[in-house]
């Protein structure tokens, strides 16, 4: 990799440039669109924005990148994946079309129990093999940071084996992947008899599971399942509160279907993340709308499971609570790989603004990660992670839905999806002259 890389011939330079934290409210509507400009990035971090002419003069030995026209934007920040898992679950798609509830699923062999079966008959090495090209296909629709949990293996052992295998991601491929522990996903079927035994499997997690993880330094975030019906509000705080004196930084599944005061309870807690939210409560937004707690929704899995409801966006926002997108790419309820997707569905599904989506898929999402000072915006000191798109205006990535138009992406300045030249879907026809 050469020192210093210089990015030129973009149309829009989207830099979503301001304060290293979460935006917030009104502060969601500025994404600091520049024509024209060009980028210089040094020992992987952007040194410099300008015209391209000064920026030629003072960086003569850089490496040219020619963005061919196309919008070069902070890489897209995916704060909310269980990305590394075994085999697929398309069964279940069709038989949800067909009425079955998650019980009937579950009943056939289905649902997260027949993904933690999976995956704990497979070794570390094939798990590995598995989540690689899956994680290739992220990047290549523009995604260059990745949350990744834990969280289908269910045991001591086996959810070591997933943080292993996601600490061996991290290392060994370009995205940048955060680690979060999630042992707290579910309860086993073999601890569900009784009050006795699921009491038991709480006090593993906090006495047995959590120092193991925090002895190999292997997880950033601890994040729990809380739901009726999976993990109770006081689960949920034993264990965070647990995680929280261990050093961990915390999140949480909350308010998916339900309400059950996930939401408080994150902020109450101090969580950096409350992910989901498509039932909060009234409640539960203000808490949010007061607190430093990015409220994270994942709209991609409303949609796949055919549900009308979608977390509150709008309310959120106006609120004035910091809103971040995800993907919740998993074999069960969000499949997708494509992030831009997830962008789309957060305009016409939640009625977010071009400039609130794009904002939440950049600096709230490193803000849910505790990397709001490093990356999501193009902005001098921080990390060089880009994605370019091939496309005339940054209103066209969401527009396409579903297109593949990432043409690029460099994390640190070393690239994520090799750079290509690909025509724009609004290649502009030629002029028609009108007769006579
Ligand atoms: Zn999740």
Redesign the pocket.
């Known amino acids: 990799m050469p020192d210093s890389l210089l990015f030129i011939n973009a149309t829009q330079l989207v830099t979503c440039a301001g304060p290293p934290r979460a935006r917030r409210g009104k502060e969601m509507s500025d994404i600091g669109n520049l024509k024209n400009a060009a980028v210089a990035v040094s020992d992987g971090r952007i040194s410099m924005i300008g015209a391209a002419s000064d920026l030629k003069n003072a960086y003569g030995d850089a490496e040219i990148v020619d963005c061919n026209g196309g919008v070069l934007m902070p890489g897209l920040v995916d704060s ?1 994946t ?1 990305a590394v898992f075994g085999k697929a679950r398309f069964e279940e798609h069709e038989q949800r079309a067909a009425g079955l509830d998650y019980m009937a699923i579950a009943e056939r062999g289905g649902g997260v129990h027949a993904s933690v079966r999976d995956f704990r008959a497979r070794a570390e090495k094939e798990l590995y093999a598995l989540a690689l090209p899956r994680l290739r296909e992220l990047a290549s629709y523009g995604t260059t940071t990745l949350e990744i ?1 834990s969280g289908y293996g269910l045991t001591t052992a086996d959810e070591l084996k997933a943080l292993a295998v996601i600490g061996r991601l991290g290392e060994r491929q370009p995205l940048r992947i955060v680690p979060t522990w999630l042992g707290a996903h579910e309860i086993p079927h073999e601890y569900r008899s009784d009050e006795m035994r699921r009491a038991t499997f709480v006090d593993a997690l906090i006495d047995e599971q959590l120092p193991k993880v925090v002895e190999q330094g292997i997880a950033r975030f601890a994040d729990v399942f809380c739901e009726p019906g999976v993990f109770t509000t006081d689960e949920t705080r034993r264990i965070l509160e647990a995680a929280r004196k261990a050093g961990l930084g915390l999140k949480l ?1 909350a308010d998916e279907l339900k309400p059950s005061g996930g939401a408080q309870l994150a902020v109450s807690l101090g969580a950096i993340s409350a ?1 989901h939210l498509a039932a909060v409560s009234k409640q539960g937004i203000d808490a949010l709308a007061k607190s430093d707690t990015v409220a994270t929704l ?1 709209p991609g899995t409303m949609l796949f499971l055919g549900k009308s409801k979608q977390g509150p966006a709008r309310e959120l926002i106006d609120a004035g609570a910091a809103v971040a997108l995800a993907s ?1 790419f ?1 074999p069960g309820t969000s499949p997708t790989v494509n992030f831009p997707l997830i962008m789309t569905l957060g305009v016409s599904q939640l009625r977010m603004s071009l400039a609130e989506a794009v904002i939440a898929c950049t600096v709230n999402g490193a803000a849910a990660l505790g990397l709001a000072g490093e990356i999501g915006q193009v902005a001098p000191g921080f990390s060089a992670d880009l994605a370019l798109f091939s496309i005339d205006d940054i209103r066209e990535l969401p527009y396409w839905y579903g297109a593949r138009l990432c043409v690029g992406s460099w994390k640190a300045g070393a690239p994520c999806h090799p750079h290509e030249i690909v025509t724009k879907l609004n290649a502009r026809p030629p002029e028609v002259v009108p007769a006579g």
């Open positions: 909310h269980h949990k599944h992910d994942l919740d998993n």
